[in-house]
């Protein structure tokens, strides 16, 4: 082998170590302000369905905080129906710290006014709730609320700020539905 040949092989060893290692950054700094999740189960229905494929933003709830609307992937200590480990539930912020919610009759009062939903599937709401909701928690709820495990309920009660996991941003999978998701 010759010199200029050995060399030429070095070189090239040299750029593939630097191919790889430039995509394992980029994965590792993509993996920590992104994260995809599966949708599983309707309670999010009409928004979002069984088997939605979703691109969660990490970072801006940490930068700019959630508000009302927002919608969220959070970890809970609920278990998975198989008991292979817990529940990520994705639900809709409806109040935040501070805020007054009370929900009487399938209404939902922010702050004593009537919230317009245009996005909640048959506008039922069933909870008798009267809080204000303290610091650093999240009161959310299912956009399909017949069908939705939310803060209605002992079980998942208010959202630690902590457990958010991100922002739903994007649906990437069915295709005929991909885009943003409000």
Do not use: C
């Not at 939902?108 to 009267?130: F, G, M, R, S």
């Amino acid at each position: 082998m010759t010199e200029e040949t050995k060399k030429k092989i070095k070189n090239e060893v040299v750029e593939w170590i630097k191919i790889i290692l430039t995509a394992f950054v980029l994965a590792f700094v993509i993996t920590q302000f992104v994260r995809p999740t599966l949708v599983k189960g309707q309670s999010m229905y009409p928004t979002l369905e069984e088997n939605d494929y979703l691109i969660i933003n990490r970072i801006s709830p940490k930068i700019s905080g959630l508000k009302k609307g927002d919608i969220i992937v959070f970890s809970t200590g609920l278990m998975q129906d198989d008991g292979s480990g817990t529940k990520d539930l994705v639900k809709r912020v409806i109040a935040t710290e501070g805020d007054h919610i009370k929900i009487e009759n399938s209404n939902v009062y922010v702050n004593d006014k009537l919230i317009d939903e245009p996005y909640i599937h048959d506008n039922i709401t069933e909870a008798n709730i009267d809080i204000t909701i303290p610091e650093g928690k999240l009161f959310a709820m299912g956009d399909n609320r017949e069908r939705s495990m939310d803060s209605r309920h002992a079980e998942v009660g208010l959202v630690d700020e902590k457990d958010v996991m991100g922002k739903v941003m994007v649906r990437l999978f069915p295709f005929n539905r991909i885009g943003l998701v409000e």
